[in-house]
């Protein structure tokens, strides 16, 4: 197995490393170049040399398999040889044709290896002239073989094509994980040091104490986010509900929005808290940024999670943030719903 420049694993060409053993098996049918041969009223100095060219057939037609040679030039040399035995064999030279067309198919490049195979599937054709006796219709022998090879190289590139359909989907879905994770990490943290930076400014002649609370907590908010983002951008950050619960109150209190908390941790799905923390933090951010709420219940449950404020209610368009949100609960197949709760919004997470 090796790996693509995008990191994505490439299944392993079974060609490069087995080739030889798959050419190798199907010389057992150069036996019938070989009676041929031996069978021919020829001297035996012209059989010793058609048995000599048979020889290096095979040798070129394995090495052609073999990336450190050229297939071209082996199904040259191949050629060569298989013309080379026609004074001793006559029109039994066609026998060599499916090892030129089964290397042709496998082993050149597109489109090269159509146009070579179509011209070897038809040069057994010649059987039909009934030349030397030779068996009319012997093509119909041969082309199986072919036909074989040529399946074989496009059931590889098909299974190449998914393959890299599989790696660019992979690699799609991690931008948009990366892009959904950063967005939901500093929508949060960003409106998080907004809502502090105001209340600290007006603090800051009220209560200069604290309002340098204040801008310490924005300090250690911004170190904070600046941690989760290169930790989601490695993909180790994960969501965790006990911090996101104990961080909403005070967020929200920091925005001038009473929290009221129904259920705990442990009501909850292990399975899903990972998910909950990301749609609190999700549902908290839009609270504090859209709502104009005065309060916001939250309530948890082993089937999901429940945000409902008492706010302006939701308009216009679904933004980035509740996108993000709707993918993650349609990922582990769950429903997501946002609509009025007169007044305000509630946001209800079902899971499974």
């Given amino acids: 197995m090796t790996t693509d420049p995008a ?3 490439l299944p392993a060409n079974p060609w ?3 080739g030889w053993a798959f050419a190798s098996v199907w010389l057992f049918f150069l036996v019938f170049p070989i009676v041929a041969v031996a069978e021919s009223a020829v001297p035996t100095w012209a059989k010793a040399g058609a048995l000599l060219c048979i020889v290096g057939f095979a040798v070129a037609n394995v090495l052609g ?3 450190r040679h050229s297939t071209w030039l082996s199904l040259g040399a191949m050629l060569l040889l298989a013309l080379a035995t026609v004074p001793v064999i006559g029109i039994g030279v066609i026998s060599f044709t499916p090892y030129l067309a089964i290397l042709s198919a ?21 059987s039909l002239l009934g030349i030397d006796g030779f068996p009319t219709g012997f093509f119909l022998m041969l082309w199986p073989i072919m036909i074989g090879g040529v399946m074989l190289r496009i059931f590889g590139e098909r299974e190449h ?11 799609v879905a991690e931008r948009e994980r990366v892009a959904r994770d950063v967005h939901d990490v500093l929508g949060h943290s960003l409106t998080a040091l ?11 002649d009220l209560d200069p104490e604290r309002a340098k609370a204040e801008l310490e907590s924005i300090q250690a908010t ?11 951008v490695g993909g180790l950050r994960a969501g965790n509900l006990e911090a996101e619960l104990a961080a909403a109150p005070r967020v929200l209190a920091d925005a001038g929005i009473s929290t009221t908390v129904v259920g705990g941790i442990a009501d909850t799905d292990p399975r899903h808290r990972t998910l909950l923390a990301w749609v609190l933090r999700e549902s908290v951010t ?6 104009r709420a005065h309060t916001v219940v939250i309530e948890l449950g082993p089937h999901g999670i429940t945000v409902t404020d008492d706010g302006t209610g939701c308009s216009g368009a679904e933004g980035n943030g509740l996108r993000g949100m709707r993918e993650r609960v349609a990922g582990v197949g769950g429903t997501l719903h946002v609509g009025a709760a007169g007044p305000g919004t509630r946001v209800e997470v079902a899971l499974p």
């Fill in 106 to 126: 496998l082993e050149l490049p597109a489109p090269a290896w159509k146009w070579a195979v179509g011209f070897w599937a038809a040069v057994p054709l010649l």
């Fill in 16 to 18: 490069e490393k087995w």
């Fill in 286 to 291: 839009n609270v504090v940024r859209h709502a």
């Fill in 222 to 232: 911004a170190r904070q986010a600046l941690a989760e983002v290169r930790a989601t």
């Fill in 7 to 9: 990191g994505a694993a």
């Fill in 161 to 171: 094509a998914a393959h890299e359909a599989r790696r660019s989907y992979a690699v």
């Fill in 194 to 204: 907004s809502v502090k930076a105001e209340l600290a400014a007006r603090l800051v």
């Fill in 65 to 67: 398999y073999s990336q």
